[in-house]
């Protein structure tokens, strides 16, 4: 086997998030040391969505950051950071591939149920990692809270890139930086821009019903009868508790890293906001999490997971009514 090519000089500096971890390793690459909380802000990054389906496991999905955190950032910024895409698996590995040949980490955005360190548990698309180096079958890559280079193998890795999922279809997404970074500076002047753009998102969602509080208020209404509305309710609640409290959060959906966001740019009132929607959020896991414990649903725990999720609601229609310009 050849030796693997990587990027001399990169280092990962494990975070909280995929996306902000990811974009702030690219950019300290090329010389702007910005925090994870900036990078995350500046994307616009906070916001919700809640999915029922039959056809997706679970069959209750939500997110609670935005689908396009790496694009928005890019646009929000002006940063000359490139996007490109490509739907061919071949094609897109050549094009990652020619950026590691040419000394530069370039981000990837993937399903991470096909990366081997994984170990296939359950899809979640847009998963943001930097490729920082391959072999003949493996690529390295640098993935939020893991301390080295993860190996994954190439096959997974084109896999990874091109899942076809209903609420966040892939085609070969990746990130570089061609040319000169911008200063710190210039990225924080975008910090009104990008919490106007998620406060937006939340009070007037481009997708309502599935999106910002529209979506919240769907939730609110209906996990409380998720057992009696589908028959995987203990993996909906699990997978759930998951996602708003362990999955790259950072803790209580987002809300932590965000209020840190705003505190970081001046917004100390609406930072004590977004960490009580945090605090709010991370009761509700909990609520999530005790009643994916049980064999049959409770219906006292499925009350209070009611109750948690209305607070949840309160918590966020404070947050974003007080950043909406």
């Known amino acids: 086997m050849a030796a693997a090519t990587k990027v001399p000089g990169f280092v990962h500096r494990p975070g909280h998030h995929c996306g902000s971890t990811a974009l702030r390793n690219l950019l300290a690459f090329h010389g702007a040391d910005v925090s994870e909380e900036l990078a995350f802000g500046l994307g616009a990054g906070a916001c919700f969505y809640y999915l029922a389906s039959p056809d997706i496991s679970p069959t209750r999905f939500t997110n609670g950051r935005t689908a396009r955190l790496e694009e928005s950032f890019l646009e929000l910024t002006g940063a000359p950071l490139r996007l490109r895409t490509e739907a061919d698996p071949g094609a897109a590995w050549e094009r990652a591939r ?21 170990g296939s548990s359950a899809h979640f698309p847009g998963h943001a990692v930097v490729l920082a180096g391959y072999d003949d079958g493996h690529a390295y890559v640098a993935d939020t809270s893991f301390e080295e280079l993860q190996r994954t193998s190439l096959e997974g890795l084109a896999r990874a890139r091109h899942e076809q999922h209903p609420f966040y279809p892939l085609a070969g997404h990746m990130v570089d930086l061609p040319g000169g970074a911008p200063t710190v500076a210039e990225l924080r002047a975008a910090a009104p821009a990008a919490i106007a753009r998620a406060a937006r998102l939340m009070l007037e969602p481009d997708i309502d019903p599935l999106e910002g509080l529209p979506a919240l208020r769907r939730l609110a209404a209906e996990v409380g009868g998720w057992p009696e509305a589908t028959d995987d309710w203990r993996w909906s609640a699990r997978f759930n508790y998951q996602v708003i409290e362990r999955r790259g959060t950072g803790g209580g ?66 947050l974003w009514s007080a950043l909406s310009p």
Do not use: C, M, Q
């Not at 590691?100 to 081997?116: E, F, K, N, S």
């Open 98 to 118: 020619d950026v590691i040949d040419a000394g530069r980490p370039v981000l990837l955005l993937t399903d991470l149920y096909h990366l081997d360190h994984y």
């Open 253 to 318: 959906n987002f809300r932590a890293l965000y209020s840190r966001f705003l505190a970081e740019v001046g917004h100390e009132d609406e930072a004590g906001l977004a960490a009580a929607a945090a605090k709010a959020w991370t009761a509700l896991a909990g609520d999530l999490f005790t009643a994916s414990e049980t064999d049959e649903p409770d219906p006292g725990g499925w009350n209070r997971i009611a109750a948690s999720a209305a607070s949840v609601l309160v918590a966020e229609e404070r």
